[in-house]
């Protein structure tokens, strides 16, 4: 059974920065291509960034080029987003999605909280 | 910029057919831009309903499809049912290896 499970949510003041992870199992993590999609509370679902399977090729979402960084370690079968410079807006839960064209298997999510 | 259409809300009666669209604000949607679509119910996470356009996830009944209308991907949902009210959201890859999710569809069922 493929399983997603993210941690490293909080609360944070904005200029911080924190450190999302993802624990896969259940599937080939290496063969897999990953990605983050956010929700803030109350709205809709906002992809944020994708890796490929051997993490040449990471892309994000204009809201988050510059300041977040996707990676991934395959011998650990974990997923990771990197958070830097956060802002009140990039308050929300944040899923782990695995997939590549849209076939997603989605963790429950981690909150993230930016407030001083 | 490109933006992701979905009608804000629809409504259904039990039994009945709905079909939710997918719109892009600068072009066709077609199947080479992989319209997906997902289920979510306030609390939990998203569940994956239709991708690649009309390819069915492992374990949603049939009576949910994936399709494209004109210039849109559509999710049709036959024989509506009282636990399909929840929200309905679809997403799309724009390019370069961005992806875009509509706005949400909150379907009721009345």
């Known amino acids: 059974e493929v399983q997603l499970v993210e941690s490293g949510g909080g609360l944070v003041q904005p200029g911080g920065s924190l450190r999302l992870s993802c624990a896969a199992s259940g599937f080939t993590f290496s063969s897999s291509w990953m990605h983050w999609v956010r929700q803030a509370p109350g709205k809709g679902l906002v992809w944020v960034s994708r890796?490929?399977?051997?993490?040449?090729?990471?892309t994000y979402a204009d809201s988050v080029r510059g300041r977040f960084t996707i990676s991934r370690d395959d011998a650990k079968n974990k997923l990771y987003l990197q958070m830097n410079n956060l802002r009140a807006e990039d308050t929300a839960v944040y899923y782990c999605a695995r997939g590549r064209y849209g076939d997603y298997a989605w963790g429950q999510g981690t909150l993230v909280t930016v407030s001083s | 910029q490109t933006v992701v259409t979905q009608e804000p809300s629809l409504s259904v009666s039990p039994g009945g057919t709905v079909t939710l669209t997918c719109g892009l604000s600068s072009a066709s949607v077609s199947t080479s831009v992989y319209p997906s679509w997902y289920q979510q119910t306030p609390g939990q996470a998203p569940r994956t309903l239709i991708y690649?356009?009309?390819t069915r996830s492992s374990g949603v009944p049939d009576r949910f499809s994936g399709s494209i209308l004109g210039n849109k991907a559509a999710l049709t949902i036959t024989g509506a049912q009282a636990d399909d009210e929840c929200d309905y959201y679809c997403?799309?890859?724009?390019?370069?290896?961005?992806?875009?999710f509509g706005g949400g569809t909150k379907l009721t069922v009345l």
């Open positions: 997403v799309v890859n724009v390019g370069l290896g961005i992806w875009l």
């Open positions: 890796i490929s399977t051997d993490g040449s090729s990471a």
């Open positions: 690649r356009t009309d």
